[in-house]
């Protein structure tokens, strides 16, 4: 498969969490700049509307930094408006505000070429039992994703799951409930975004969230980052869950993914430009392990159900393999 990386532009920004600021604001421009000198990165996942207004300006600095965009990142959990939600907030002058930002979005991408949104609907779900209305939420965002959907059916729309954050229970939360999500909009250009951590934190098997969303055609965008399973600290891929990863890079080719992979990963204590460096540099090594077995073999393994023949054969790989 074709390996392209892309880092989100946010991430090379202003940065914090609850205790601390970790990087300076940025100007698009310079967080592009970065960006270019990132070994391995050929693209940019650009974030709507905290990062850029005007798309044409946008190409032409994309152009002079010699950088591809992988998706337009519609950001819409961080303003006050959309504390009890977007798509599904209860309030219906709210829900048409967020459809009037996916549809710019897609319009934005449509303009960069990308032709393909992803938006994570975080602030959508709930804190405590019986606050949400969940029929009526989860039908008002089938409602205004169906009616972004048919918009532009040239763009494509990638929704990203999540178990929690900043919702203690997010309304879509899981590949499962996403994929059938897709379904029932029943739209060729609405699909998903799987965000390896994600995976991780609601305790899918990465890999097997790949298999599923592959085989059923709505794997449209990627994710990756890494953690231990208890929170979303999107860290450098394979450096927690090295098994999980190599499986995971496995299944992408077994699927023909060929879109981007984009890194999503908090620089914190770290130089933005080396930590994104090493994203790359730790995917290509899970890739390369990947490419070195053979699957055939390794198929033909998984019918005789010894895991730890299977287990054994893939070791000897991550011993062999010294890197590029």
Request: with cysteine.
């Amino acid at each position: 498969m074709e390996r392209k990386y892309a880092v989100i532009t946010g991430f090379l920004g202003r940065l914090k969490d609850r205790f601390i600021d970790y990087q300076p604001p940025r100007e698009m421009e310079e967080m592009l700049e970065m960006a270019s000198r990132i070994k391995g990165c050929s693209g940019v996942e650009v974030v709507y509307p905290q990062n850029f207004s005007d798309p044409v300006k946008l190409k032409s600095l994309l152009k002079h930094y010699h950088l591809g965009v992988s998706t337009v990142n519609l950001n819409i959990k961080g303003d006050e408006l959309w504390r009890f939600g977007t798509f599904s907030n209860p309030d219906a002058r709210i829900r048409k505000e967020a459809i009037r930002h996916m549809k710019t979005a897609m319009d934005c991408a449509a303009e960069l070429g990308c032709n393909i949104v992803t938006s994570a609907f975080l602030n959508d779900g709930a804190d405590y039992p019986f606050e949400l209305d969940y029929i009526r939420a989860f039908n008002d965002t089938l409602e205004g994703v169906k009616e972004c959907a048919d918009y532009r059916p040239d763009v494509k729309i990638s929704l990203e799951y999540k178990a929690s954050e900043p919702r203690v229970h997010c309304l879509l939360n899981n590949a499962g409930k996403m994929a059938y999500f897709c379904s029932l909009v029943g739209r060729p250009n609405v699909g998903v975004t799987l965000d390896a951590g994600h995976a991780l934190q609601c305790l899918e098997i990465p890999a097997d969230s790949v298999a599923f969303l592959g085989t059923t055609g709505k794997l449209f965008y990627v994710h990756i980052n890494d953690n231990y399973r208890n929170w979303d600290w999107d860290m450098v891929p394979a450096t927690v869950n090295l098994w999980d990863y190599i499986e995971f890079a496995l299944y992408l080719k077994r699927v023909n993914y060929n879109g981007w992979l984009t890194a999503d990963v908090f620089p914190q204590r770290h130089d933005p430009i080396r930590i994104m460096e090493k994203t790359f540099e730790w995917m290509d090594y899970v890739f390369n392990i990947a490419d070195a077995m053979d699957e055939k073999v390794l198929v033909e393994m998984m019918q005789t159900k010894d895991a730890f023949d299977i287990l054994d054969y893939v070791r000897s790989f991550v011993k062999e393999y010294k890197g590029s």
